[in-house]
């Protein structure tokens, strides 16, 4: 039985803290936009940090931009520590951005493989010699082209729900049909589920409903239709990026990612297989496959497991004095 002494309990010094309102909104003074010209246009560069400190390079998922996919993950408040020894760069696709312009009707979008060579402009803009890889869906794709095509150049990368497949009958059809909705009518109610199955898989609004209406408005208000469908064509066009695990330790494997991959997915996430598939054709020497459970949507749901387990991989690679904590 409860004891009666618990009526006695002081509580006027206890204050409740509500947490603020979600929102995805340029609201960051930590960041500064910049425009970096290539051969395919001028891209959005976002950069956090001390230009000085080792580089982070980002890179979003379909339906989002740095601000939606990374804004408020970089910004929690263990992220933010960490990020004092750190600058991250965080690119954007071509016409993704925030209040970006319809692109041009002759406008070429880059293929996969051209927006991987974009970030090498990137860096040779910033004069970076190397950096760490940080992505989400087509971004974690898009850099793991970057990381085989110019493996000296990648310290190591976290790949959140990456493919290394090309894409499969299903997601052809259902890209597809959200192509000639968005081109025809915008935004639709179905492209808007589609990209929400995507983004947080099965049951999310049980889960958390205030982060969906949150997410479900961004994709009403401020996507960019036309230039979301470029992006997604150039996604369902991707190729396998044909790496192998070398399953005799005696030899050495080129055909692989060489640096230190730390490979994620959420317990609800549609990409589980994906991410099985990438973990199965990395070297198991130095790559780590990860299922965080209870969220789809690892960097929103559950941001202060995927930045402990990201603390401890910068940790093994070297990084041990930026990630420790003061």
């Not at 009526?7 to 204050?15: A, M, P, T, Y």
């Not at 052809?172 to 915008?186: C, E, I, P, S, V």
Request: aromatic share 10%; with cysteine.
């Amino acid at each position: 039985m409860p004891s009666d002494s618990m009526d006695d309990i002081e509580l006027k010094n206890i204050q409740l803290q509500f947490p603020t309102a979600r929102t995805l909104s340029r609201d960051d003074t930590n960041t500064t936009e910049e425009q970096v010209m290539t051969e395919k246009g001028s891209i959005l560069v976002a950069i956090q940090g001390d230009r000085r400190k080792p580089a982070i390079m980002s890179f979003h998922d379909i339906g989002l931009n740095y601000i939606a996919n990374f804004q408020a993950f970089f910004n929690y408040i263990d992220m933010r520590a960490l990020l004092e020894n750190f600058c991250v760069y965080h690119v954007n696709a071509p016409g993704q951005e925030e209040g970006a312009p319809a692109l041009p009707e002759d406008y070429i979008y880059p293929t996969m493989d051209e927006l991987a060579d974009m970030l090498n402009i990137v860096m040779a803009h910033y004069n970076l010699k190397s950096v760490i890889g940080f992505g989400v869906g087509a971004g974690a794709n898009i850099l793991a082209r970057f990381a085989l095509n110019y493996p000296n150049k990648v310290e190591c990368m976290c790949l959140i729900n990456c493919a290394s497949t090309q894409a499969g009958w299903i997601e052809w059809g259902y890209q597809k049909m959200n192509l000639r909705n968005l081109r025809a009518k915008g935004m639709t109610e179905g492209v808007r589920d589609y990209l929400m199955w995507h983004h947080f898989g099965k049951g999310t609004d049980e889960r958390n409903h205030d982060l969906v209406e949150v997410y479900k408005q961004y994709f009403e208000r401020h996507v960019q239709p036309v230039n979301l469908a470029l992006f997604i064509d150039s996604y369902i066009r991707r190729s396998d990026l044909s790496i192998s695990r070398e399953t005799d330790p005696g030899k050495k494997n080129d055909n692989t990612l060489r640096m230190s991959v730390m490979n994620i997915t959420g317990a609800f996430s549609p990409h589980i297989d994906d991410t099985v598939t990438l973990n199965g054709r990395l070297d198991p020497t130095n790559s780590t496959w990860m299922k965080i459970q209870d969220c789809g949507m690892v960097l929103e749901e559950q941001p202060g497991k995927v930045c402990e387990a990201f603390r401890l991989f910068l940790q093994g690679q070297g990084y041990g004095k930026c990630v420790t904590p003061q």
